[in-house]
């Protein structure tokens, strides 16, 4: 599955990418309207690259190549096969609200988008999730995202309103985010979708949302232009350091505080 990208670590730590992919099936560009990159906004523009750096933690990382627009991978298996964006496993338009399609793809290509792109994924996920409850005794869920919605924050945490995590991890995420220099704000707006919510009632496992604004490194002139935006290179640069130096913070932190490290998990190690 070269679609698939999947780094597995000794660690309770799973960090998920799954808007990461901006590539087409031959089937959809055959169905799509001409050029129909210039017609698929909003996805999470090169966040592989973004989050390259945590291939040097001890971390487990699962994305894709598949474009959110092949299927949503952070939607609900029991959401509309194809239809409105926020509540379909395939979008019949972009999130714009314009059309995209010249011809609607059939039900069967739908259901084998399912089967070859949706299933494999939240198997992969599931297995990362279940090596680390066997290893650890509990997993944390990453979902790692980018926007340019109504949220003027650099950074949105998302956990269903306290639902999918403790407290006292969403604080401690909080703090470390805040404590770096980014404008961070908590459930707003972007609360968490279907992969936050699905392990809400495993007492063993937490998942939290992460959305980063695209200003934070993506040149300023693409954000809503009709082509895929360029990456910002000095701030993509910059941003990778905070974060990377974020992360070794939070783990010597969680590492080295018992009393805190009880706290964050509902079912503690």
Not at 124 to 150: K, N, T, W
Not at 166 to 185: I, K, P, R
């Amino acid at each position: 599955m070269n679609w698939l990208t999947l780094k597995k670590a000794d660690s309770p730590w799973i960090f998920s990418m799954p808007h990461s992919g901006m590539t087409l099936t031959e089937e959809a560009k055959r169905n799509l309207l001409p050029e129909p990159n210039k017609r698929l906004p909003n996805m999470d523009w090169h966040l592989r690259e973004l989050y390259d750096f945590l291939k040097e933690f001890p971390v487990s990382v699962i994305s894709t190549d598949i474009s959110r627009y092949i299927v949503d991978l952070n939607r609900a298996p029991i959401s509309t096969l194809f239809g409105d964006f926020r509540h379909s496993l395939v979008y019949q338009m972009n999130t714009w609200g314009e059309e995209i399609y010249r011809t609607f793809p059939s039900e069967e290509e739908l259901k084998q988008r399912i089967e070859q792109y949706y299933k494999p994924y939240h198997q992969a996920l599931d297995d990362l999730v279940a090596s680390a409850i066997e290893q650890f005794g509990h997993a944390v869920v990453i979902d790692l995202h980018s926007f340019m919605g109504p949220v003027e924050s650099d950074i949105c945490l998302g956990n269903l309103d306290n639902e999918s995590t403790s407290v006292a991890l969403l604080e401690t995420l909080y703090n470390a985010f805040s404590e770096s220099g980014f404008d961070t704000t908590k459930n707003n707006f972007y609360k968490g979708g279907y992969i936050t919510a699905k392990y809400c009632d495993h007492p063993k496992v937490q998942s939290i949302q992460i959305e980063l604004r695209y200003t934070n490194y993506l040149l300023s002139e693409d954000y809503d232009s009709r082509r895929p935006p360029r990456v910002d290179e000095a701030k993509l640069h910059a941003v990778r350091a905070r974060l990377s130096a974020l992360l070794i913070r939070l783990f010597a932190f969680l590492k080295d505080s018992k009393t805190i490290r009880a706290l964050l998990f509902r079912s503690p190690p």
